[in-house]
């Protein structure tokens, strides 16, 4: 196989490589798009709908909610423990620095009044009421508006729990919203729920309360577009690699059919097989051919008029020499 050809074979397996490298980037956006698609779902069905009791979506502590029912709107009574309320650190609100005032929540009735005997007294709900500023550099205390003191109606809606982390905090706070995490930073040696809730309502309603959490967003994001233009990648560079392939063969084979090296081939003058010199070079022992007496043959030295030029001058020395004879040395 040729240079050539080599060489376009290689451009089109590195074509076929990179534009596979393409697909899949498109493929893992789109399935990015189908989960956000997904989520976006789930809020637009969970996040408007009425309030249910807390044990129809939660029947106990053992139970983990699905994502189905992330953003599901809950009633339930009970009571906060303000005592072991717990901050969450590095949770901006709309780009500004806060905490994420977590406070448990003692259930005494999971249904909410709905069953003819209270339901799930005893379990304990962590509960994000809101959102506190943290000040200039989140080193002094921060001011916390208590939840409502006895019996509470709550009315929240519940979110997936986040995975425990082992990043550090100050006491009383925590990196992340992990039930068991939330209720050991505030002393509690409790099972909690397998999912936490964020405040909607209370009732009896408090005078102050921390800001409200922003809706979850339903911007789905640029991942399809990004999709798109991975495979729109995979069809140009597959395209390019196949058309430069194509124009190294057409070459190749028209430096094959008007004998013409390219320009990659070697182009040095062979040797001899039988003496091993040059073409054009005098071979040892040959007498030169231009000697007086002998005319030499014409040189080309560009087109044919100058070719009879140089046939007519050779010609006439050649007569001269033998009008005149042979040189004789003088006495």
């Not at 809020?43 to 909610?65: C, F, G, Q």
């Not at 094959?256 to 070079?281: I, K």
Request: aromatic share 6%.
């Amino acid at each position: 196989m040729s240079a050539a050809a080599r060489r376009a074979v290689g451009i089109v397996c590195v074509g076929v490589v990179l534009a596979t490298a393409c697909v899949f980037l498109g493929r893992w956006q789109w399935n990015r798009h189908v989960w956000r698609d997904a989520a976006i779902a789930v809020v637009e069905t969970n996040y408007a709908a009425d309030p249910v009791p807390l044990d129809d979506v939660l029947t106990s502590t053992d139970e983990v909610l699905g994502k189905a029912d992330e953003w599901r709107t809950v009633e339930v009574v009970g009571r906060y423990d303000a005592d072991a309320t717990v901050l969450l650190r590095n949770r901006p609100v709309d780009g500004h620095p806060a905490y994420h005032v977590l406070v448990p929540f003692v259930v005494t009735d999971a249904s909410a009044g709905t069953a003819e005997a209270p339901t799930g007294a005893g379990d304990v709900l962590v509960v994000d009421r809101g959102w506190v500023p943290t000040g200039e550099d989140a080193s002094a205390a921060v001011d916390v508006p208590a939840p409502p003191t006895g019996t509470v109606t709550l009315t929240a809606r519940l979110r997936l729990d986040e995975r425990e982390t082992t990043r550090t905090a100050p006491p009383g706070q925590v990196q992340a919203v992990a039930s068991s995490q939330v209720l050991a930073a505030g002393g509690l040696d409790v099972v909690p729920y397998a999912a936490y809730a964020q405040r909607l309502a209370e009732d009896p309603a408090p005078a102050d309360v921390p800001g409200t959490l922003p809706p979850p967003s339903t911007d789905p994001g640029s991942h399809l577009s990004y999709a798109f233009q991975w495979w729109a990648f995979a069809l140009l560079i597959l395209g390019g690699s196949v058309f430069v392939a194509r124009r190294e063969a057409a070459l190749l084979t028209e430096a094959a059919e008007t004998g013409t090296p390219r320009a990659d081939e070697d182009e040095r003058p062979a040797t001899s097989p039988s003496t091993g010199s040059h073409p054009g070079r005098p071979t040892p022992g040959t007498p030169p051919a231009n000697r007086r007496g002998a005319p030499s043959a014409p040189r080309r030295r560009g087109g044919r008029a100058e070719d009879e030029e140089d046939a007519l001058i050779d010609a006439q020395l050649a007569a001269r020499d033998e009008q005149d004879g042979p040189v004789r040395p003088a006495r």
